[in-house]
């Protein structure tokens, strides 16, 4: 599924309540055609039921892999497009065979489609119209004979999709369930391109063609995709030709000769520039907007990098026939890892400067590590999605330790653990692989995604480099063009390892939840104890058995102990040589768990100094709070501040307790740092450290001097800082800024404004709001209502009609942003409102008091119309 840009990643997007699941299901209505005359026997008869909304109840019913009547075996689309109505025309000749019983009625997903034509292709070419009902959902078609499984149909249908007319829905993960979607489609918004493009997962495609929309089927395909002879075209598979019509249109024909799930069938039509890469004999391409196609280089220049290095990882050669990227505006989500053609939301689009301060190779990988898991072996229901995401994800880390190393790497997946730990802390708490749910899209989460790929880093050490990729070999090479479930890939790592684990499998895929270790040291002149407990909630009623190392650090060296956890509670015992300076159980930090200890201060700084990423990063967070009670403790956070490895130092800066013993000298490395530093990211978080000594303008020069920084991450901490020492320059600087349209940058200049700029910047919020892109728009909102608190009734009145109209037409998690900014606003002047009421009851002057009262009114004006503003957001 889409790599989903949720609030943890790339940018902030509130998370969003469980929704009720709704189940559309129609009448249940008997025609009978028999009476029809012989006139009428010829004919297609559409039958069209009226659909009735129920809801399930609480106790969701168990979600099973679709039940397979037929096969879909083959897929040919003709399309054309009206851009006015916003409409696919379509002609779609399906090849299906029963799965294994005898089949005499057809259903195909089909979604508010006007249908002109339902046939049987005959062997001789000719047609014979059939018989079908439509409910608007589904098309249940009525068959002339009893098919077995050795026969193959071939059904034709003329129709036209409406995505556009039909009630659509969305979620957390995919914004909206059309299918199909009309950028811009008469040009009449010049700051958007006019594009067509597809989102396909879950089961959306049957919004612009008849399927059988399960992950579990497999089909061939062809289309032809008529356009505009302006624009380009991109599908899956390879473009076998084009032809210019005669109307002055061109016809593009694209072949996919390899199955795939009905699910990642992708179409995408716009005005592109396509950067032409290679890897091996295969075309790899990038698609682009044409401002950012000097960029696009280097934006995916690493594609085939990674398609080398997953290929000969793996042992199984990248699958399809060619790759291709493609990036479009207004996307649902995050990246679509469409067979052979991944689609990819627009913030990957960036500029030289902006990609100093970020890549999305995360991205870029996890699309890809998609062609094998999740195109190549699907899923073959969405209960087992983590076998689609829980694998990108970790290719992710894959990718990281390859080329950036193993640190890095761990830095990223840390992040991930962090993210997971905080969606239980939210109250979700689900088996890994989950039969019961409200809604298919609510398996994208932070389980199907991050803990999955904790957990198959954790596999991976438990089994061995060797055993693991040879098990994901096997796993490919026996599921190829398959749909399966989790016990394909159990039963893959028994064979090769020779071990039963279902253990592993029952306690971490089935199960929910992790473990909770408290785990006491004890240290003697000749042995070592380590009492692990595990302190799981009681609701989950497990006890884990958990394969861990124990390190042992000394004076003579590190020594790795293997063991495993099985009890409740357990003592392990070590004979031990030297000088011991620290314990630490799971030094790599790969078992998936919480974990209390009882360590020193000194075992502390002994972990920082020589542990791996994760154990560095939990001993930073420790001292970092003892430091200002501990010398050494702050001392070893210092000496971060020179690590070989960036992310050291930017924890180092950011940690650091700047005292009155220790002011100078640490100030001046961190301005070294803020200057200086290879890294931007370093940078930054050095300018952001000295803007807490702005006001005494030992550091103006500093902030001055980093607004020209090569990095947009950089610029705008060192803005917002200046704002701090120097609030009318860090003014003059901010209108440099305000034509930029980068994201760190013009929320920089946002900030300053919100709390600097006077009313004759209003009207740049008013512009800047209505032009921005979603995410930008977000912010604003945020900004924008924090300016209003500074200003006038009128200028209020008309900030809050500004926010209130845009966010009445957002995304739905951007109106969530303008809903919060203006119960923001309502608080803020409620609290002036108080203020004055308590003013104006220590005034003596009339005249004061008069002053203070029109100000109350005006208050409880802007209050009112706030307050309407939410009403009509649908948020009181």
């Known amino acids: 599924m889409p790599f989903i840009c949720w609030h943890y990643r790339y940018f902030s997007v509130p998370s969003y309540p469980m929704k009720n699941f709704h189940l559309l299901l129609p009448l249940l209505v008997i025609m009978l055609f028999s009476c029809r005359t012989s006139r009428d026997a010829g004919k297609s008869q559409t039958i069209y039921l009226k659909p009735v909304e129920i809801t399930v109840p609480s106790e969701n019913p168990y979600r099973a892999s679709a039940t397979k009547k037929f096969d879909l075996i083959h897929t040919r689309l003709e399309v054309r497009f009206d851009y006015e109505k916003q409409r696919l025309h379509g002609k779609a000749t399906l090849t299906l065979r029963p799965h294994f019983y005898p089949q005499s009625v057809l259903e195909l997903d089909a979604k508010n489609f006007d249908l002109h034509e339902v046939s049987l292709m005959l062997p001789d070419g000719s047609k014979q119209p059939l018989r079908y009902t439509y409910d608007s959902l589904q098309i249940s078609i009525q068959l002339p004979v009893a098919y077995h499984r050795t026969q193959e149909l071939k059904v034709f249908i003329d129709y036209t999709a409406k995505p556009e007319e039909r009630k659509t829905g969305g979620s957390a993960a995919i914004g909206s369930d059309k299918g199909l979607f009309f950028i811009n489609p008469l040009g009449t918004d010049t700051t958007k391109p006019i594009q067509i493009w597809t989102q396909g997962e879950t089961e959306h495609n049957s919004c612009w063609f008849p399927t059988l929309d399960k992950p579990n089927q497999k089909t061939t395909q062809e289309i032809f995709i008529t356009r505009n002879k302006k624009f380009i075209s991109l599908s899956n598979g390879i473009l076998v030709w084009s032809k210019e019509n005669a109307d002055g249109t061109v016809t593009d024909y694209w072949r996919m000769s390899l199955p795939h799930a009905p699910y990642l069938v992708m179409m995408a039509v716009g005005d592109y520039a396509v950067y032409r890469d290679r890897w091996r004999d295969l075309d790899v391409t990038y698609y682009t907007e044409r401002r950012y196609a000097p960029y696009a280089r280097q934006i995916f220049g690493n594609t085939p990098e990674m398609m080398e290095f997953f290929s000969q990882k793996l042992g199984v050669d990248y699958p399809w026939a060619k790759y291709a990227q493609i990036v479009v505006r207004d996307y649902v989500s995050g990246a679509m890892e469409n067979t052979s053609a991944?689609?990819?939301?627009?913030?990957?689009?960036?500029?030289?400067?902006?990609?100093?301060?970020?890549?999305?190779?995360?991205?870029?990988?996890h699309e890809l590590f998609h062609q094998w898991f999740g195109n190549l072996v699907t899923c073959e229901s969405w209960s087992n999605l983590p076998l689609n995401e829980s694998f990108a994800t970790y290719g992710e880390y894959l990718w990281n330790e390859y080329k950036y190393g193993r640190e890095y790497a761990d830095y990223k997946q840390h992040q991930q653990y962090y993210d997971y730990l905080f969606e239980t802390q939210q109250g979700k708490n689900v088996d890994l692989?989950?039969?019961?749910?409200?809604?298919?899209?609510?398996?994208?989460?932070?389980?199907?995604?991050?803990?999955?790929?904790?957990?198959?880093?954790?596999?991976?050490?438990?089994?061995g480099d060797d055993a693991f990729f040879r098990s994901l070999e096997l796993y490919l090479r026996n599921n190829s063009f398959k749909a399966v479930e989790i016990h394909h890939l159990r039963l893959a790592f028994e064979e090769v390892t020779g071990e039963d684990l279902n253990w592993f499998f029952n306690q971490w895929f089935f199960a929910k939840g992790h473990p909770v270790l408290d785990i006491r040291y004890r240290?003697?002149?000749?042995?070592?104890?380590?009492?692990?407990?595990?302190?799981?909630?009681?609701?989950?009623?497990?006890?884990?058995?958990?394969?861990?190392?124990i390190a042992i650090y000394s004076d003579t060296g590190m020594q790795l102990h293997e063991v495993v956890l099985h009890k409740p509670e357990q003592t392990f015992s070590f004979p031990v040589s030297g000088t011991v300076s620290l314990v630490d159980v799971d030094p790599g930090r790969v078992v998936l768990c919480e974990r209390t200890e009882n360590k020193t201060p000194q075992q502390y700084i002994v972990q920082l100094e020589r542990g791996t990423y994760k154990a560095k990063a939990e001993a930073i967070d420790t001292l970092s709070m003892l430091q200002k009670s501990n010398r050494a403790a702050r001392d070893a956070i210092a000496r971060l501040l020179h690590a070989p490895f960036f992310k050291y130092r930017e924890m180092a800066v950011e940690k650091i307790h700047i005292s009155k013993d220790n002011n100078d000298t640490l100030l001046q490395v961190i301005r070294e740092l803020a200057l200086r530093d290879p890294k931007s990211a370093v940078r930054a978080v050095a300018v952001t450290k000295l803007s807490k000594f702005a006001l005494t303008g030992r550091y103006t020069d500093v902030f001055e001097q980093a607004?020209?920084?090569?990095?947009?991450?950089?610029?705008?901490?060192?803005?917002?800082?200046?704002?701090?020492?120097?609030?009318?320059?860090?003014?003059?600087?901010?209108?440099?800024?305000?034509?930029?349209?980068?994201?760190?940058?013009?929320?920089?200049?946002?900030?300053?404004?919100?709390?600097?700029?006077?009313?004759?910047?209003?009207?740049?919020?008013?512009?800047?709001?209505?032009?921005?892109?979603?995410?930008?728009?977000?912010?604003?909102?945020?900004?924008?209502?924090?300016?209003?608190?500074?200003m006038e009734k009128n200028e209020m009145l008309t900030g809050i009609n500004t926010i209130a109209r845009e966010g009445a037409i957002a995304k739905e998690w951007v109106k969530q942003a303008?809903?919060?900014?203006?119960?923001?606003?309502?608080?803020?002047?409620?609290?002036?409102?108080?203020?004055?009421?308590?003013?104006?009851?220590?005034?003596?002057?009339?005249?004061a008091r008069l002053t203070y009262q029109q100000l109350i009114a005006d208050y409880d004006t802007v209050i009112a119309a706030a307050k309407d503003a939410l009403q009509r957001l649908g948020n009181p």
């Open 707 to 790: 607004l020209g920084d090569s990095s947009y991450q950089v610029a705008a901490e060192a803005l917002k800082a200046l704002a701090k020492a120097e609030p009318a320059r860090a003014l003059l600087y901010a209108e440099r800024f305000e034509k930029d349209e980068n994201l760190q940058i013009s929320n920089a200049v946002a900030d300053v404004y919100s709390r600097e700029a006077g009313k004759e910047k209003q009207q740049y919020f008013e512009d800047q709001i209505v032009m921005a892109k979603p995410i930008r728009k977000y912010y604003l909102f945020y900004h924008y209502a924090n300016f209003l608190t500074r």
């Open 342 to 365: 991944t689609v990819h939301g627009e913030f990957l689009q960036r500029n030289s400067r902006e990609l100093l301060d970020e890549t999305n190779e995360d991205i870029i990988a």
């Open 818 to 847: 303008a809903e919060g900014a203006l119960r923001r606003f309502v608080s803020a002047i409620d609290d002036k409102k108080k203020q004055a009421h308590s003013n104006m009851s220590k005034e003596d002057s009339i005249t």
């Open 523 to 549: 240290i003697t002149t000749d042995s070592a104890y380590v009492n692990i407990a595990q302190k799981n909630s009681v609701e989950e009623k497990l006890v884990y058995r958990l394969p861990l190392q």
């Open 433 to 463: 692989i989950r039969f019961y749910y409200d809604e298919k899209e609510d398996m994208f989460d932070r389980h199907s995604y991050e803990k999955g790929g904790l957990l198959l880093h954790y596999l991976r050490h438990i089994v």
